[in-house]
């Protein structure tokens, strides 16, 4: 089984996109899921297309194929915020980053690495407290 490596941005208009990091599909939509599924049926039609062209196509399409996603901290931050799922102060807490800070880079600023690694951090320490619950 073949695996793409995919990466999740959010977009400054809010939606968000989606792209292949080694080939050439992408996909946008109002949401993580919708924007995964647009590129998905993205891959489907192009495959579709070359084959009725007579064009070559990614060999992967043939095949069955996982993508991982990967999603950078900002971005993963302001998709939860935004869906009123966590708050700044609850990030506050698994980050240690104050909030009025936490605020500015869900509004533009771009965090230094450090702040970035920290937001990271917490997000995965998040993760793996919920998995041990369910494992």
């Not at 990466?7 to 939509?29: H, L, P, Q, W």
């Not at 901290?73 to 980050?95: P, R």
């Amino acid at each position: 089984m073949v695996t793409i490596e995919a990466i999740i941005e959010r977009a400054e208009d809010g939606t968000y996109c989606v792209y292949c990091k080694n080939d050439i599909f992408s996909g946008a939509g109002v949401s993580i899921d919708d924007a995964k599924a647009d590129m998905k049926e993205q891959m489907e039609f192009y495959k579709k297309t070359a084959i009725e062209k007579g064009f070559k196509y990614p060999l992967f399409l043939d095949q069955e194929y996982q993508i991982n996603y990967t999603i950078d901290a900002i971005s993963l931050m302001k998709y939860y915020v935004k869906a009123g799922i966590l708050s700044l102060s609850g990030i506050e807490k698994i980050t240690g980053i104050n909030q009025k800070q936490l605020w500015s880079y869900l509004n533009g600023t771009k965090p230094r690495k450090t702040q970035s690694d920290r937001i990271e951090i917490g997000f995965k320490k998040l993760y793996e407290d919920m998995y041990s619950i369910f494992a």
